[in-house]
């Protein structure tokens, strides 16, 4: 059970208590509306930050303070759910009665959080500049990584096109002439107002009283100077233009992505039965999608459906010889006519309800599943718990599942392929 506590305006604390781990987990995440002029800057910070504060200045000094917290870690945290983006910093650490000698361990990790967070390494009013330099060839560096990986690649750019005006298809860490514009005078001054205007969401997971959590990051917050400015609902898919495009690189195998849009997001009552359509339709190895074109018609390399719940977009996609095109566009619809006709089986029902079910299990098998499954879900605001989550799964009919299939368009085909194919 989550208890939520608001700590000021616009900061909010969800626990989780959980004695079963060893370690307990703490993120703290500023939420702010994704947009092409800050999404660059937000995935840059928190790396920027946690290159050192003002106590230890450096990556050297901060690895020899997490040492002495029995091997404690502090990373970055940048996601996308739905029209936000967030960045901050995640903490991973042993609980205090598993220390030694009553050594605490909680309140020193979140001194040093708080340091991270609020006392950075300054240069003349703004962010080093060498580790604003640094972070940023590291960012480019993974932004462009994504060319290494063709279908992550053409997953990308069919969001990308789909959501032209949305800002579900801006990449998650930006893009690669933002970063290179961000100076360490832009940087800090964006800083400053997200610490001053946006929203702040900690979660914590472990065995520590929520009320005690609370009164420790009220310290640690309590003195920054803040204006907080609401942020806009989250809203479902915005619309763009509708297309079919196809992109020419060196590639042995071409990519086909396809999109499809429906009115069903995750705060529907009908969630539950897209996200059964989903896995019914090609989300694994017993799907329509993978035994029908991969299995028995041997027209593709790999293929898999995904449904991003926040905005109301499935996406299929699938490695394929270029020559087969319109066959594999064919088969694609004729699979999820099928799912519109209510051509279900009783054993397909029951396997997609199996792996829900699974995939729910194993939310609670670390503090780190625990807190991205939750906090993930607050943002977004699936009003489902995990238990009437399950009894929606249960209660779920072929029939429902074949409305689900009939609400959805497609919006949009994106196609990569190879130069001489």
């Known amino acids: 059970m989550v208890k939520t506590m608001s700590l000021f305006p616009g900061v909010t604390l969800r626990c989780v208590p959980d004695d079963r781990f060893k370690h307990g987990v703490l993120s703290l995440q500023l939420v702010r509306p994704m947009c092409r002029e800050e999404a660059a800057k937000n995935a840059l910070l928190p790396a920027v930050l946690l290159r050192g504060c003002r106590r230890t200045p450096d990556l050297r000094r901060i690895t020899h303070r997490l040492d002495a917290l029995y091997g404690a870690s502090v990373g970055t945290l940048v996601r996308r759910v739905g029209d936000w983006q967030t960045t901050g910093l995640y903490c991973s650490f042993i609980e205090d009665h598993y220390a030694m000698d009553g050594e605490e361990v909680f309140a020193p990790m979140m001194a040093l959080l708080g340091e991270l967070l609020l006392e950075p390494v300054l240069e003349n009013g703004a962010f080093s500049r060498d580790y604003v330099e640094s972070e940023k060839k590291n960012l480019i560096a993974t932004i462009a990584s994504e060319l290494n990986d063709k279908r992550a690649y053409a997953a990308g750019q069919l969001l990308k096109r789909m959501c032209a005006e949305d800002p579900f298809g801006l990449p998650r860490l930006g893009e690669q002439p933002q970063v290179e514009a961000i100076t360490p005078q832009s940087l800090y001054s964006h800083y400053q107002t997200v ?227």
């Open 195 to 421: 610490l001053r205007e946006s929203a702040i969401e900690i979660f914590y997971v472990g065995s520590r009283a929520p009320e005690q959590v609370a009164a420790q990051m009220e310290t640690l917050l309590g003195d920054i100077n803040r204006n907080y400015v609401n942020l806009e609902a989250q809203t479902a898919f915005r619309g763009g233009a509708e297309g079919d495009y196809t992109e020419v690189m060196d590639v042995n195998q071409g990519k086909l992505c396809v999109g499809y849009v429906t009115p069903i997001t995750l705060r529907d009552e009908g969630f539950v039965a897209m996200q059964l359509l989903n896995v019914i339709f090609g989300g694994g190895m017993t799907s329509k999608l993978f035994v029908q074109i991969r299995e028995k018609q041997s027209l593709c390399y790999a293929i898999g459906s995904g449904f991003y719940g926040s905005k109301g977009i499935l996406s299929v996609s699938a490695g394929i010889d270029s020559g087969k095109r319109e066959l594999v566009l064919e088969q694609i619809e004729k699979q999820l006519d099928a799912c519109r006709r209510g051509d279900i089986t009783s054993e397909e029902l029951t396997a997609a309800k199996e792996a829900l079910r699974s995939s729910l299990r194993s939310v609670h098998d670390s503090p780190g599943a625990i807190e991205n499954y939750y906090a993930s879900r607050a943002l977004s605001g699936l009003p489902y718990t995990p238990d009437s989550y399950l009894q929606a799964v249960e209660a779920a009919t072929a029939e429902q599942v074949a409305h689900a299939a009939q609400s959805l368009r497609r919006h949009t085909v994106y196609f990569l392929k190879g130069a001489e194919q």
